[in-house]
């Protein structure tokens, strides 16, 4: 499988402390991260939120939970239930500032990227045709778990 | 007590910023899900103050910055972004804007931010 083998290791690092730096950041839960996986081709997403990333990052960042995970935390940053009709919204911008939080960090290691607007997925969603991808374990405590998915189509400095 | 325009993509957001700013006492004229959208409301309300988001479809933050700014150059616009860059944040400077909160932000950070402002 060709597929993440030669990601300089520096540059995994790099990005997952950054997201996870994101995530602290915006989500006021203690929060356990497992280690990287390399994803194989395609996610199978049932409930999440994708946000493009482009220039010198090209690819996504994909969220993906259970909806209740989103709504725990936005219970817990907002301090109300989030409702159905809002929990849509929510999650799209949960996933939105992550994404804005992660394009910040990376920034200060020289690397300029721009995010787009958030997909909010739901329902049977096959993702594909990425170079490479990482998967990130997440457990929020007292939310529950999500999976944290860097899908990437180039890096600066990837070969 | 301010005329206030609130300009994001996300509903949720436009809903947290309409509370906290209902609760500082400032009433909330219109809402708007893009720079376009913000633009237009913007030339027809004429609020004296707007909270603009920067990343949204059709017309991002900056640009309908840029555009409120070419209606009144002495609009008040406050930016309201997940991006924090120090490069963005000049470049709103640059453009015009009295201040520039990050998301996730506090009631606090708000009320500081439209006091600086108004
Ligand atoms: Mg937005």
Redesign the pocket.
């Known amino acids: 499988m060709k597929l993440a083998i030669n990601m300089e290791k520096s540059a995994q690092m790099l990005l997952v402390s950054a997201t996870k730096n994101a995530i602290q950041n915006v989500v006021p839960l203690n929060l356990a991260i497992d280690n990287p996986r390399i994803l194989g081709q395609s996610l199978d997403i049932q409930y999440g939120v994708l946000i493009g990333m482009t220039g010198d990052m090209k690819g996504k960042l994909v969220l993906s939970g259970d909806s209740d995970v989103f709504g725990n935390i936005g219970e817990v940053m907002f301090g109300m239930k989030i409702g159905d009709e809002m929990l849509s919204s929510f999650s799209?911008?949960l996933g939105?500032m992550i994404a804005g939080g992660l394009s910040s960090q990376i920034y200060e290691n020289g690397l300029k990227t721009d995010i787009t607007?958030?997909t909010v997925l739901s329902g049977n969603t096959t993702l594909s045709g990425f170079q490479r991808a990482l998967h990130i374990p997440a457990t929020f405590e007292r939310a529950g778990e999500m999976g944290i998915y860097l899908l990437l189509d180039a890096f600066k400095g990837m070969r | 007590m301010a005329r206030i325009l609130i300009t994001?993509?996300?509903a949720f957001?436009r809903m947290q910023l309409k509370d906290i700013l209902t609760k500082l006492g400032h009433e909330v004229v219109g809402e708007a899900e893009n720079g376009h959208v913000s633009v237009s409301k913007y030339q027809e309300l004429r609020p004296d103050l707007v909270t603009m988001?920067?990343?949204?479809p059709e017309m991002n933050?900056i640009e309908a910055l840029k555009e409120i700014k070419k209606i009144n150059s002495s609009a008040k616009v406050i930016m309201c972004?997940?991006m924090g860059q120090q490069a963005l944040v000049l470049e709103a400077i640059k453009e015009g804007a009295k201040d520039f909160v990050v998301k996730p932000f506090s009631p606090e950070r708000i009320q500081e931010s439209i006091e600086k402002v108004l």
């Open positions: 799209g911008e939105n607007s958030p | 994001d993509d996300a957001m988001d920067i990343t949204m933050g972004s997940a």
